[in-house]
Every structure is written in structure tokens, then in C-alpha cells.
């Protein structure tokens, strides 16, 4: 059975930094595309980032340069590495996976959006105080 299990998350003040991990398993086949969403108290889920198979990655435009993800393919991980937080970072973190080669091409044209994915972890807290 497929599973994403987050981890990394806590509390941490303004201008600190955070990396979360999400460890993949349960798959035959690594996932063609992982990404980092997020969604905050009373908001939509949206997008953070988001990379496939090949190490071609897309951030959310506002996120890029204080965020970085990484992954891990011989650890079925992906990272997060996320500097200079801000309050407004304050959110639940999910990871989530896609199987199908077609996330490839809807996240390079599309950007980082949670309908393209189908598997989807627990979440992570990260909360960013001023």
C-alpha cells in the first residue's frame, strides 16, 4: 500500500529555518512526480512546489528563492528545505505523489496543483511565530 509520512515540522520564529522530509513506500515504481502543498487555518490547500522523475522542479512563484525541494530517489524522500520563514508561512505541509507520466507535463505547463496528484500524506504543522 502506498504511503507518504511527513515529518520535520515544528514551530520555529521568524527568519529561521525548516527542512521537512516525506518518506515514500508501498510503491513498485518510484513516483513520477512529488510535491509540497500546504494549507493554512480557514485557506485553500495550495501549492509550494512540486518535482518529477526527471529532477525538473516548479515552485510557486511567491516561494521561490526561501524555499528549495529536493529528492532523494535511492530513499524514495523528497526534502523541503524552507529559509527565512515568515508568519505567513504558518500552515500545514503535505506531500503528495503522482503515478502517471502525464503529471510531467500538467506541472510544467500548469505549475504546482493539487488536482494533478492522487496520493497524499498526513501533513506536517509548521508554525512560523513573529
Known amino acids: 500500500q502506498v504511503q507518504l509520512v511527513e515529518s520535520g515540522g515544528g514551530s520555529v520564529q521568524a527568519g529561521g529555518s525548516l527542512r521537512l522530509s516525506c518518506a515514500a513506500s508501498?510503491?513498485?515504481?518510484?513516483?513520477?512526480?512529488l510535491g509540497w502543498f500546504r494549507q493554512a487555518p480557514g485557506k485553500e490547500r495550495e501549492g509550494v512546489a512540486a518535482?518529477?522523475?526527471?529532477?525538473?522542479?516548479r515552485y510557486v512563484e511567491s516561494l521561490k528563492g526561501r524555499f528549495t525541494i529536493s529528492r532523494d530517489n535511492a530513499k524514495n524522500t523528497l526534502y523541503l528545505q524552507m529559509n527565512g520563514l515568515k508568519p505567513e508561512d504558518t500552515a500545514m505541509y503535505y506531500c503528495?505523489?503522482?503515478?502517471?507520466?502525464?503529471?510531467?507535463?500538467?506541472?510544467?505547463?500548469?505549475?504546482?496543483?493539487?488536482?494533478?496528484?492522487?496520493?497524499w500524506g498526513r501533513g506536517t504543522q509548521v508554525t512560523v511565530s513573529s
Open positions: 518535482m518529477d522523475s526527471d529532477g525538473q522542479s
Open positions: 503528495a505523489a503522482e503515478l502517471s507520466l502525464g503529471c510531467k507535463t500538467a506541472m510544467q505547463a500548469l505549475g504546482v496543483k493539487a488536482l494533478h496528484f492522487g496520493i
Open positions: 508501498g510503491y513498485k515504481y518510484s513516483p513520477t512526480c
